[in-house]
């Protein structure tokens, strides 16, 4: 008796159909039961860039704060940056107001410090009498003048009149005929400061006075006669003179 040990088709049919059918369910209950294995991968990808939105979200959070913390200390900075721009605005302002005040109290005391070193040309110099017959208790009168600076000296009336204080030099020069007495004054405001004889028996002649006087602006100096009328001498060779010269101012 032969045995047949290859299934016939008849077997096989219902073999693959229950393979296939197997097959099918599997599948079905994969979809069914929702297994998605790429899916997955994806989700996690999506978490991760989720994660780090969130991690530069929270970067930007901190950066921010340190840039408003920075803008804060710039803005402080101004701040006081600007306070001490006024403070230096006030102290230059007032170191050019001091400064101006210094100037003009140094312009000042220059002006004085000139006044009293420049020392102003007051000199006179007259000569020749208007009259040489002389009455005693006059002035003697020197018409001609030839220097006048400062216009102290009076031709008309004979007085010199101080036009700044100072010390002056004051002379004195007179020609008297012979056998004649001059008896003269040196006046200043109607008080003699300084008396003299001048006289020549045999010969005309002349004589020469000075005297040192610190005087105040606004003093009257003249010469006059004394004791007696006199006859003084004047000629081309022979000049009455008075002069007043400023040797120092003050």
Sequence with gaps: M???YFPTVTQILPEMYVFTLSLFVILVIQQISGFKEPECSRYHYEEQILERVVRMGMELEYQKKDVTNILETVAAKLNTFSNELQVLKRENKELKSNLKDEVQISISDLEKVKE???LPLVFFNSKNVA?????TGHTIVFTETLVNDGNGYDNTTGIFTTPVDGTYLVSLHMCVKNKQNLYYGLVIDGKDTLRGEMYEYRAYSCN???QLLTL?????VWIQVYVKDVDLLQSGSHWNMFSALLLNKG
Excluded: E, F, L, M
């Design 2 to 4: 032969i045995h047949n």
């Design 116 to 118: 009293k070193t420049v």
């Design 131 to 135: 009259d040489t017959s002389i009455k």
């Design 208 to 210: 020469s006075v000075q």
């Design 216 to 220: 105040k602006v606004g003093k009257r």
